[in-house]
Antibody, heavy 119, light 111 residues
Framework: EVQLVESGGLVVQPGGSLRLSCAAS????????MFWVRQAPGKGLEWVSL????????QYADSVKGRFTISRDNSKNSLYLQMNSLRPEDTALYYC????????????WGQGTLVTVSS | QSALTQPPSASGTPGQRVTISCSGN????????VYWYQQLPGTAPKLLVY???RRPSGVPGRFSGSKSATSASLAISGLRSEDEADYYC????????????FGGGTKLTVL
């Protein structure tokens, strides 16, 4: 069974930093592109960042570019999101997502970890 | 403001057919595949349609997707009360050379 378990969400002051983690299991982690999606309270989905199988390519939404860094450790089946210079508008539930299996359409999301940026 | 435009709300009665639109441009939908997600209250999104019109196993045939030029649609036929949810479109290609984008979401109400 595929599982994605996020952790690291906290209340942090504006300008602060936070590192989110996602522990993956139930599939061959190194075979999949992984990404982060966030959802502010009562708002829609916002795609944040992706990383390729070997970490060689990353992409970021304009809203987080230069402040957030995505990374992965395939030996630990883990995905990370380093978040710096946090702003109140970064307050959201952050989901870890396994890319879609194009052959089957299988798609998996974690339950999310809540980041609150507030003084 | 999202790169993809969806109506904020839609509604229908049980048994009816409802369509949700997703509008983009040549840089988004026009050069990408479209994906549709359903999000029930308090839960993570679930994929309904991928690569414009393919359904994952387990998704009922009542849900169907289509794409034309720079816009896309999700159609739900035989509407049921359990279809009441938020629906999001997304657009991205396989090249991994561009950021991915979601629409702002559509709240579907079953009257």
């Amino acid at each position: 069974e595929v599982q994605l378990v996020e952790s690291g969400g906290l209340v942090v002051q504006p300008g602060g930093s936070l590192r989110l983690s996602c522990a993956a299991s139930g599939f061959t982690f190194e075979d999949y592109v992984m990404f982060w999606v966030r959802q502010a309270p009562g708002k829609g989905l916002e795609w944040v960042s992706l990383i390729t199988w070997d970490g060689g390519t990353t992409q970021y939404a304009d809203s987080v570019k230069g402040r957030f860094t995505i990374s992965r450790d395939n030996s630990k089946n883990s995905l990370y999101l380093q978040m710096n210079s946090l702003r109140p508008e970064d307050t959201a539930l952050y989901y870890c997502v396994k890319d879609i299996d194009i052959l089957t359409g299988d798609d998996y999301w974690g339950q999310g970890t809540l980041v609150t940026v507030s003084s | 403001q999202s790169a993809l435009t969806q109506p904020p709300s839609a509604s229908g009665t049980p048994g009816q057919r409802v369509t949700i639109s997703c509008s983009g441009n040549s840089s988004t939908i026009g050069s990408s595949n479209v994906y549709w997600y359903q999000q029930l209250p308090g839960t993570a999104p679930k994929l309904l349609v991928y690569r414009n019109n393919r359904r994952p196993s387990g998704v009922p045939g009542r849900f169907s997707g289509s794409k034309s030029a720079t816009s896309a649609s999700l159609a739900i036929s035989g509407l049921r009360s359990e279809d009441e949810a938020d629906y999001y479109c997304g657009a991205w290609d396989d090249s991994l050379s561009r950021p991915r984008v979601f629409g702002g979401g559509t709240k579907l109400t079953v009257l």
